[in-house]
């Protein structure tokens, strides 16, 4: 098994890049880069921000100016000047008879990048090591679907890769402050749900527990930057009774690069919404308008991107009104799986320090860890649904959505073992369908709502009722997951970013973008969880 010297991972910790020092295509290509994605010259605004120029952008741009004019065809000069990425498939199809667990095994290769070389004009932050993306139009590794790839990985004995990503990721950490959404420019300004902590418990599963004080300075450079009340990203959030809690939130308030377009049409008739229906006040001059306007649409953009932190984008579970994109106010909410994500990186940091002899750390983290799991428990367990839910901020209220996040205390021992009967009878009654488990209650059309499933939220309810004790009903929602998932390859040779668990003979659908196949968390869990429970397949 390959070691990172201590050494390299020393030189690696005193290297210190500051995540704003780095330009991103908007940054670089202005007027260029606004036109490319508003002209929609791609079908998906990520095909251009993951193109590599082919000669300098400051060239680029002095012709850009010098030819744009009447007659000036965009798509052909990107087409000249830009090396445009493979498109978004899996390059790899099988034969439909194939056994899935091979199928799997099989696409680790197909979905490995060897470690990068910085290209220069590129958007791709490289890194040191090799790893797995999740496929399609997925073409860098994503800090949060990593985790649930690792679980598959382990059950396929590809130890080497874990560590290589644990070390790409603590890489990230010691250079950016933190884990970007994905190793790509126009992902710096945020991160995603902190799994490093449950990555560290995979790779000590097989390494032994001093994994956990090697990386003790990552751990708490993570930590650090959901927990640092001075940073700009405004995690941190004071409770009524003066407890701390967290929140997901972008350091930017522009269209996301990725999402441009999107992001700058639904801002734009979200805005008309407000005008026409006359919530201005009569008198308000053309100035005051104006910076009206622009602060709505930047606190639209900043919940936007902070809801890509969040993983759950896009969901009823951050709408003010619980059906329209349009009202998204995510800034506005204490999720209950990021607070319960930080309670377990608490208690890692506790035995972290612990394994390094710092035994008095080793409390301060266990006890900040359990006043967190008292607000958690305080705030977002909600007796009359029987559920947990997110908290609103502003309101002081909790969310009237229920949601698969609900699950997350169970499966980070948050939750108090009583509250387990209660919720397992939800569970059952409204989000067990016939492909597992779907992510919410409405379908509104965005792909983090039914009638879908995702791997990542079947895994954490699986596991969490493993922990407290349901392991038939966990058996169940497995099998019938399983079903579902093999049923899909057999007829397609595919696994696919997200499944249709309510109807089993329609696809996934919502989003931005059209399912995805290859993909990374869905064969992490499918391998993990048939194993496991020693499913057909």
């Known amino acids: 098994m390959k070691v990172v010297p201590l050494l390299f991972f020393s030189l690696v910790l005193s290297v210190s890049l500051l995540a704003q020092d780095i330009l991103t295509p908007d940054k670089i290509y202005g007027d260029l880069f606004k036109e490319v994605q508003m002209a929609r010259i791609f079908p998906d605004n990520k095909t251009f921000v993951d193109c590599v120029p082919k000669r300098k952008p400051i060239d680029i741009m002095y012709d850009y100016g010098m030819m744009k004019g009447p007659n000036f065809n965009l798509k052909k000069f990107v087409e000249e000047n830009f090396q445009i990425p493979a498109s978004p498939t899996s390059n790899y199809t099988t034969d439909t008879s194939e056994n899935v667990i091979t199928h799997i095994k099989n696409l680790w290769r197909v979905l490995k990048r060897n470690n990068d070389v910085a290209v220069d004009g590129s ?26 790839t690792m679980l598959g990985l382990k059950e396929s004995g590809e130890y080497e890769m874990i560590e290589n990503m644990v070390n790409n990721f603590a890489y990230l950490i010691s250079q950016y402050g933190h884990i970007p959404n994905g190793n790509r420019s126009y992902y710096l300004s945020r991160s995603q749900p902190p799994f490093f902590a449950l990555m560290l418990d995979i790779l000590a599963s097989i390494k032994g527990n001093y994994v956990y004080a090697t990386f003790l300075p990552a751990l708490q450079k993570e930590y650090e930057y959901y927990t640092d009340q001075t940073a700009a990203t405004k995690h941190v959030v004071k409770m009524p009774d003066g407890s701390t809690l967290q929140r997901y939130y972008d350091r930017d308030d522009i269209p996301r690069q990725e999402s441009y377009r999107e992001d700058v049409l639904l801002a734009d008739t979200a805005w008309a919404k407000i005008v026409r229906a006359n919530a ?68 890692t940091l506790a035995k972290a320090n612990k394994e390094s002899g710092e035994l008095i750390k080793a409390k301060y983290y266990n006890d900040i860890a359990e006043r967190r799991r008292k607000a958690i428990n305080k705030y977002c367990w909600s007796a009359v649904n029987r559920w947990y839910v997110d908290y609103i901020i502003d309101a002081k209220k909790q969310s009237p959505e229920l949601t698969l996040a609900g699950m997350s205390p169970f499966f980070l021992n948050v939750a108090d073992t009583n509250k387990m009967k209660l919720a397992k009878v939800v569970l059952e009654k409204k989000f067990l369908k016939a492909g597992g488990l779907t992510a919410t209650l409405k379908n509104t059309g965005e792909q983090w709502d039914a009638p879908n499933g995702w791997a990542p939220l079947m895994w954490m309810a699986i596991d969490g009722l493993e922990k407290y004790r349901q392991s038939a009903l966990a058996k169940e929602i497995s099998k019938r997951w399983v079903d579902l998932n093999v049923k899909v390859f057999k007829q397609t040779g595919k696994l696919m970013e997200k499944y249709n668990v309510i109807d089993m003979h329609l696809d996934a659908g919502g989003g931005e973008y059209e399912s995805q196949d290859g993909f990374g968390w869905t064969n992490g869990v499918l391998i993990t969880l048939i194993k496991k429970y020693n499913l057909s397949y």
């Open 280 to 347: 201005l006040p009569s008198k308000m001059s053309q100035a005051s308008r104006a910076s009206a306007e622009a602060d709505f649409k930047k606190n639209k953009y900043r919940d936007l991107r902070s809801c890509a932190e969040s993983g759950w984008d896009f969901s009823s579970r951050w709408f003010a009104d619980g059906k329209t994109l349009a009202t998204i106010q995510l800034t506005k909410y204490i999720p209950v799986d990021l607070n319960c994500l930080l309670f377990h990186l608490e208690k």
């Open 123 to 148: 958007t791709l932050l490289p890194l040191p090591n090799s790893y797995i993306v999740p496929g399609g139009r997925f073409r860098e590794v994503y800090y949060w679907d990593s985790y649930f």
